[in-house]
């Protein structure tokens, strides 16, 4: 028997299926998705995908049981990284990606950085205990936890506020996938109230900037039940 032979990794589909994301709204991953889509001006229909309850589909649709899952032209893709920078190269305009390979390092050493680092140090451990163990139903936060999110995310801060106090942007000179994903992240936090904007004029300054942008707006009317967003969390001017 050989029943892995010729099938697909995701399953393909009718390339006139509308666009969607199954997804969640707190999600960084997600969120950077969505950022890109929006920034490209792809409309898709969001899905909410709670993989931990009994009967969720996610291994159906991604074999590691992760979100986000994008259906798009034909076929489902999964892991976030892969899946904007496939959006930047199916999808060049606007591009999100500088030219040179050493700018082309700079800009995946941040998303890296984000989603490995400060999503470790950060984004996880603060959002798991304040959000995800009550919406889960799965016991307490653990405050020891939070307390070392909080304590990371300055030092993170401070060094992203030196980035920008030489750089128009993240990665450089133009607005780049970096930009996305480090905002996804924060906007997470920043949700929760969790981001101290007064640490940094300089990220705060670029925060409002790619807060004002319309590939922002569907994420600043996001609503999470049982979590009200922080007053100032939809405010342009914060
Ligand atoms: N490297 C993945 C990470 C995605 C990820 O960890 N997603 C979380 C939600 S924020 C998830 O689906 N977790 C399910 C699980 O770990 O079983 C990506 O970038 O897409």
Redesign the pocket.
């Known amino acids: 028997m050989v029943p892995f032979l010729g099938m697909p990794k995701f399953p393909l589909m009718n390339t006139h299926s509308t666009p969607r994301l199954y997804h969640?709204a707190l999600?960084?991953?997600?969120r950077k998705v969505r950022l890109v889509l929006a920034e490209k001006r792809i409309d898709v229909e969001l899905v909410e995908e709670r993989?931990w309850e009994p009967g969720s589909e996610i291994l159906r649709r991604n074999p590691a049981?992760?979100?986000?899952v994008l259906r798009l032209d034909g076929r489902l893709w999964?892991?976030?990284?892969a899946i904007v920078e496939y959006l930047d190269e199916a999808y060049p305009n606007p591009p999100l990606m500088p030219l040179t390979p050493t700018e082309r390092h700079e800009v995946r050493r941040l998303c890296a950085w984000f989603?490995d680092k400060f999503n470790t140090e950060v984004t996880r451990p603060i959002l798991s205990e304040r959000v995800w163990k009550k919406v889960m139903n799965a016991g307490y936060p653990d405050s020891r936890l939070v307390k070392s999110g909080l304590r990371a995310v300055k030092d993170h801060m401070d060094y992203l506020g030196h980035l920008l106090e030489h750089r128009k942007w993240l990665a450089g000179n133009m607005l780049t996938l970096a930009d996305f994903t480090a905002a996804a992240h924060l906007s997470c936090l920043d949700y929760i109230s969790d981001v101290d904007w007064d640490r940094s004029a300089a990220l705060r300054d670029w925060y409002a900037t790619i807060k004002s942008r319309p590939a922002f707006r569907n994420l600043l009317v996001d609503q999470v039940p049982g979590f009200a967003p922080a007053p100032h969390y939809a405010q342009l001017d914060f």
């Open positions: 969640v999600s960084p991953f997600c993989w049981g992760k979100i986000p999964a892991e976030s990284q989603d």
